[in-house]
């Protein structure tokens, strides 16, 4: 394949540690962290005192088993940056309970188990009761009305006692003085199940920034305004202030014949565009991170990540998503659907919590979707949202260099959207916490939190752009206008990267950058990849971390995932 050079800008399942004779913890986890536990914990019951866990062979009273005899500081050093962030994550609901016990007992090579159990006295059911089972020692019994509700509560405790952490009110089982049935379940702190309406203040405010800067880039092109109806934007937070770094608009996909180019744009829905733009915005923060220039790679959002070879975002850096509409496919699920107490499976709900093919701006059930077609489909934008709370948005290419970038704010403007439901089903409910054990080292189930908030922009219908796609990335002069159905750039449209008329987001012009960044990086090992599919292929924990998510939907009657073949990445920079 002929060099790209004028046609675009020059830009394992986790193996556990056989159990130790006794867990010896760093002493620094042990210190008391002060911390506003959101997350509800319901009353438990107080059981003979003689009660022992209901798994044979399983030890009960933690407390005493960790800490008798056992020197706390023989892994004082154990307590990494990577421990730390954990901590900082859950403190602020970034991740649940359970996400976080998980992601402890991987990082510390422990054996986790959530385990259904059973309590003495007389109960009113009805309940469901878990603990946590870590290399063989049994935690506090968790309590919940549902097997969900349990688990989070059980992981909590433990979370509690193996750091030490302020538990503001929360009564095990086995402490309760009292008896009582569970309580009343409420809302945890990180969910957004129904909608944040008004949410932070500042996420208000955005929507304001966000029409301005959208109204600047169409100021001398007011004829693609109306693409704005379906915006999608990324904003990065930096010590308090915002920014827009990337934005994209788009309804359709590609409509063709499939070619092996890497030249054309198969998906351009709102999210998938703004998701690509930001790629551009990561790989020149890449690029200022292996910069000479001490003071320009200072500049970058990345720093090194202790105890791995991959860069991590500095910590002070989140990343929302603004959509002004929701998301084709499960997110747009009406509200009256109601859900099993217990589960969420798709037969026990409705077809719509099944994963969604988009193919010509028009949605179907991935099952009624023929598995081979001429026509390229993708899988619906909703769907690759919930693609990206397990996987990332890096994306495979950036995995080479980057740990997992997730989104911490999801904000839905409220032109069209009043309710929020369908799009928390669709990134939260539909995947299991635990399928976090058996995603890689820093892989995980991210739980977004969810906003309404005014909208940026108004809700139009315009048929004659109906099919255009709008794309920016922050430093670029202008907007690039793409066809949605023709997968190119459009003869109009204010930025063209070259006579082939090939978007900058393109499959080609990414492999570009990837080569370019090796190269900088002076990682010869990835300059070895003869085409872009070999690239993808070889980044093996974000493959695993898919495949493990594909399976998960599939085995979970959710659907298959659609996978195109390889042959239309068969090509080269």
């Known amino acids: 394949m002929a060099s790209s050079s004028g046609c675009f800008e020059g830009a394992a399942m986790f193996a556990f540690d056989p159990a130790p004779e006794k867990i010896l913890l760093p002493e620094v986890l042990r210190q008391p962290i002060s911390k506003d536990l959101s997350e509800p914990v319901i009353a438990r019951l107080n059981p003979p005192s003689c009660m022992m866990c209901s798994e044979p062979g399983v030890m009960k009273n933690p407390g005493h088993f960790l800490s008798e005899g056992a020197d706390t500081t023989t892994f004082s050093a154990f ?11 859950y403190k602020q609901g970034v991740i649940n309970s359970v996400s976080a016990l998980h992601l402890f007992a991987k990082t510390h090579h422990l054996q986790l188990e959530l385990k259904e159990t059973s309590v003495a006295g007389d109960v009113i059911r009805p309940y469901f009761a878990f603990c946590a089972v870590i290399n063989g020692v049994c935690y506090k019994t968790g309590l919940g009305k549902n097997k969900k509700e349990s688990k989070l509560n059980a992981a909590k405790l433990a979370l509690a006692e193996l750091l030490n952490l302020e538990n503001t009110g929360a009564k095990s089982f ?34 304001q920034t966000l029409e301005e800067v959208f109204n600047r880039l169409t100021s001398q092109h007011p004829e693609y305004q109306s693409c704005g109806s379906s915006l ?40 998938v565009t703004a998701r690509r733009s930001l790629l551009r915005y990561l790989y020149r923060h890449l690029l200022l991170f292996y910069n000479k220039n001490p003071a320009k790679a200072e500049r970058s959002i990345f720093c090194t990540a202790p105890g791995s070879k991959l860069l991590t975002l500095k910590q002070n ?24 107490p217990q589960s969420i499976s798709a037969y026990e709900a409705s077809e ?63 032109g069209s959207c009043k309710d929020t439901k369908g799009l928390d089903i669709t990134i939260k409910q539909r995947l299991d916490d635990e399928l976090i054990s058996k995603l890689p080292v820093h892989y995980l189930v991210n739980r977004s939190h969810i906003y309404l908030v005014k909208a940026a922009l108004p809700i139009q219908t315009d048929l004659n ?38 978007s900058r987001l393109c499959k080609a012009a990414m492999f570009s950058r990837f080569r370019m960044l090796a190269r900088e990086a002076g990682r010869a090992d990835l300059l070895q990849f003869p085409t872009y599919h070999e690239a993808k292929i070889k980044s093996q924990l974000y493959q695993e971390a898919k495949s493990l998510l594909q399976s998960y939907l599939e085995q979970h009657s959710y659907g298959s995932w659609i996978v195109k073949s390889p042959h239309i990445e068969q090509f080269s920079d």
């Open 174 to 207: 086995e402490d309760s003085a009292f008896s009582c049935v569970p309580a009343e379940p409420r809302p945890p702190g990180n969910s957004a199940c129904v909608s944040r309406t008004g949410g932070e203040h500042i996420y208000q405010k955005l929507s």
């Open 352 to 414: 719509e919590l099944s994963l969604h093919v988009a193919l010509e701006g028009r949605i179907y059930l991935a099952v009624c979707c023929p598995p081979k077609t001429v026509r390229v489909s993708s899988m619906s934008a909703g769907d690759k949202l919930t693609k990206w709370e397990v996987v990332g948005l890096q994306g495979a290419l950036l995995s080479h260099f980057i740990e997992p970038v997730y989104i911490s704010n999801i904000l839905v403007g409220n």
């Open 465 to 502: 752009q109906w099919s255009l796609s709008l794309n920016w990335t922050l430093s670029d002069a202008s907007l690039e206008v793409v066809d949605g159905l023709s997968g190119k750039t459009t003869e109009s449209s204010p930025f063209r990267s070259g006579s082939c008329l090939a």
């Open 232 to 271: 999608a934007a990324f904003i990065i937070e930096k010590g308090g202030q915002h920014e827009v770094v990337a934005l994209g608009t788009g309804e359709c996909n590609y409509s063709r014949r499939v070619e092996s180019c890497g030249r054309l744009l198969h998906d351009s829905h709102a999210i």
């Open 317 to 340: 850096i989140t990343l929302s998503l603004y959509m002004n509409q929701l998301p084709k496919g499960t997110a747009q699920l009406k509200s009256e659907v109601h859900l099993g």
């Open 79 to 89: 307590l990494s940056q990577n421990d730390l962030d954990l901590i900082e994550r």
